[in-house]
Structures are given as structure tokens and as C-alpha cells.
């Protein structure tokens, strides 16, 4: 009765060892890197999954068609020299602006130098922000 015990109890922690690797395993390969602009133009990794860039709408480079939908813009990071073009096929969300910080998920084509976004998010201001810049 203890051996049958015994094997249970083994039986059950390998099945659970087994399934946590199986786990992390799925979940590093369908993560997508996170980047800005900058780092993306010399990202050496793969980006068949995807990727998600965190960056700023360019001044003057929305453009919107509601019919067929569609919402084209350039976003930057840090330095405005830096950008990427960005083609959703979504309604433009009500706090996307000129300036305004946002967050895409989509596919990259290097050699267009194009997202094409499946999730477009606006950044709300920090409220961490010092008073006096915005928050």
C-alpha cells in the first residue's frame, strides 16, 4: 500500500514538472519583444511573432479614412529623427493625437520600414508625473 503510494506521488510531480516546462515554453516563444523605434531599426532577433513598439505620434503624419477604415501614421521615440510607419485597419481612437504616446502590436516589414498594427493603444499621462508637465 506505501509503494503504490510512493508511485502515485512521484507519478504526480512529474506530470506537474512536465506540464510547467511545457508551459514556459509556449510562453517564450509566443512573447514579442518590446521595443522603441530606436532599438527596432538594429533589432538582430526574430520577429515572426510580432512585435510591440512604444513610441510618439509624429506631428502631421495621421491619416485617416473611415470608409474602407483605415489609420496611417509615423511614430518616433526619443529621437525625431528616428521613425516607423504605422497602417492599422481600426477606428481611431478618441485620445489619438499629434504628440500623444502609444503602444503597437503588429508585424514588421524592415524593408518598408512599416508596422502593420493588429492592437494600437494610447498612453494615458503618468499619474507619477511631477505636477507641472502634464499630470
Do not use: W
Not at 511545457?22 to 519583444?33: F, N, Q
Not at 518616433?76 to 481612437?93: M, Q, Y
Amino acid at each position: 500500500m506505501k509503494g503504490k503510494t510512493v508511485g502515485v506521488i512521484i507519478g504526480i510531480a512529474v506530470m506537474v514538472t512536465v506540464m510547467t516546462v511545457l508551459v514556459i515554453a509556449v510562453g517564450i516563444k509566443t512573447s514579442m519583444p518590446h521595443l522603441t523605434p530606436e532599438q527596432l531599426m538594429t533589432y538582430e532577433g526574430e520577429l515572426n511573432g510580432g512585435i510591440r513598439v512604444d513610441g510618439f505620434v509624429v506631428e502631421n503624419s495621421i491619416k485617416y479614412d473611415i470608409n474602407p477604415i483605415k489609420l496611417a501614421f509615423a511614430v518616433r521615440g526619443l529621437d525625431p529623427k528616428v521613425t516607423v510607419n504605422v497602417i492599422a485597419n481600426t477606428l481611431k481612437p478618441d485620445s489619438f493625437t499629434d504628440g500623444k504616446g502609444v503602444i503597437i502590436e503588429g508585424i514588421y516589414d524592415k524593408a518598408k520600414n512599416l508596422i502593420i498594427a493588429s492592437k494600437l493603444m494610447t498612453k494615458c499621462p503618468s499619474k507619477y508625473e511631477e505636477k507641472g508637465q502634464g499630470g
